[in-house]
């Protein structure tokens, strides 16, 4: 399948400011945004906004976040120079590590600021049972039930038109077998069912933003997770999109098995997500490592060999992703190395210097899949655009407009440029 999916088509009339016609007049068409999601963590976006203390260090992870103001500055402009879709951290045991004082405040200066830089903000979950808050385990399931339903009601809330995409909830079909510690989500997936939580969680949001973006997200991408989705539709469930795990720290799947995944779950005729993405580009985790957390080495260094395997790796799972035409978004999980699990997982080396995958992404979201070219209007000013799905500026070199390209359309609109 060629990328035609991808493009959109419109006829436009061009006018000056006093309504006459730009005949015969050569113009430049320059996408300024995707509409197609390319996203990241975008963690590393929270000291951005804080004060560089370094005792006030989110996520308690220290190593990430007490660097230099420079060179955090530095990785934010190579993150803004690629992206246009970013993740960030709502873990509830994180989010509100004391009961009734939320981190709102500063994550959404931290929301605010992506979306000052045109940047589509998605937050990541709103119910999961791991990175729970562990002073819910005082209160019996019923009062549980409430918090985790009035949690969901204040976040969709007080971020409403900041994010409107949230990862619903997370990882249910572990969910309700979790066993590796005690925690109140597991609970309500025990007490509800996991059709029956899901159904309550995505409800709850909704009421709170019927426009909102909902995703059930899971790493199991097996029938397991296809026939959860069955039952969550069948019962009304509404889910506006599919997210898909990808993380690889044990070896790449292969374009086989990538293209599997997406056979699985085209079927359902929803958007899909490719919602954690994940290649490395050192030596790779032992295949037997059942649960990634679990491992843990004192130093995993990137690698050149690595480095080029990661391109390769990278390059054909997005480019396969692209041209499916029911994904809408790819984000990848890490953009700094030693993100999460001290792993080689970024497109970003410690020390701020650019891998090759970086610049690949880079030459593909802003060069291969970008349109910027000249366009001429014939004598009446008319003029027919076609470019990759996104937002537009035609110029002639002196004044410009703005031009929607999201979708092909057969009704001629009248541009004004002046």
Not at 58 to 67: D, K, S, V
Not at 266 to 290: K, Q, R, Y
Request: net charge negative.
């Amino acid at each position: 399948m060629g990328l035609d999916h991808r493009k959109a088509t419109r006829k436009v009339k061009v006018t000056d400011a006093a309504g006459r016609p730009l005949a015969n007049t050569k113009l430049t068409l320059k996408q300024t945004r995707h509409k197609f999601l390319f996203g990241c963590g975008a963690f590393d976006f929270m000291p951005y906004l804080l004060s560089m203390n370094a005792d006030e260090v989110p996520l308690n992870r220290p190593e990430r976040f007490r660097l230099d103001p420079e060179l955090l500055k530095k990785k934010i402009d190579q993150w803004l120079a690629v992206y246009n879709y970013g993740t960030l951290p709502f873990y509830w045991g994180m989010f509100e590590r004391e009961e009734g004082k939320p981190n709102t405040e500063n994550m959404l200066k931290t929301a605010k600021f992506m979306q000052e830089q045109g940047i589509t903000v998605k937050g990541h979950p709103l119910c999961w049972h791991t990175v729970c808050a562990e002073w819910l385990l005082k209160y019996d399931i019923d009062t549980i039930y409430e918090k985790q339903m009035n949690r969901i009601t204040r976040e969709v809330t007080d971020f409403k038109g900041v994010i409107d995409i949230w990862d619903a909830i997370n990882e249910v079909v572990i969910m309700p077998i979790f066993d590796k510690y005690d925690n109140a989500v597991t609970r309500l997936c025990n007490k509800f069912g996991r059709v029956g939580l899901i159904k309550r969680v995505f409800d709850q949001a909704k009421a709170a933003n019927p426009d909102a973006m909902l995703l059930i997200n899971d790493f199991n991408t097996s029938i397991s997770y296809e026939i959860l989705i069955d039952g969550c539709l069948n019962a009304g469930v509404p889910i506006s999109a599919i997210g898909i795990q990808s993380h690889q720290h044990q070896g790449y799947w292969g374009a086989k098995k990538v293209e599997e995944v997406l056979k699985r779950y085209e079927h359902f005729g929803l958007p899909i997500h490719f919602t954690e993405n994940t290649l490395i580009s050192g030596d790779l985790m032992p295949a037997h490592i059942v649960d990634l957390n679990d491992w843990q080495v004192p130093e995993w260094p990137t690698t050149p060999e690595g480095e080029e395997r990661q391109r390769k790796e990278m390059e054909e799972m997005y480019r396969i992703l692209f041209d499916h035409p029911l994904v809408e978004a790819i984000t990848g999980w890490d953009f700094t190395d030693g993100a999460w699990l001290g792993a080689p997982s970024g497109v970003i080396r410690r020390d701020g210097s650019a891998k090759p995958s970086y610049e690949m992404l880079k030459d593909l979201i802003k060069g291969e899949w970008w349109t910027d070219c000249e366009v001429t209007t014939d004598e009446a000013g008319f003029v027919t655009l076609t470019g990759f799905k996104g937002d537009y500026e035609l110029s002639d070199g002196t004044k410009k407009a703005a031009i929607d390209l999201r979708e092909s359309s057969e009704v001629t609109e009248t541009l004004i440029i002046g």
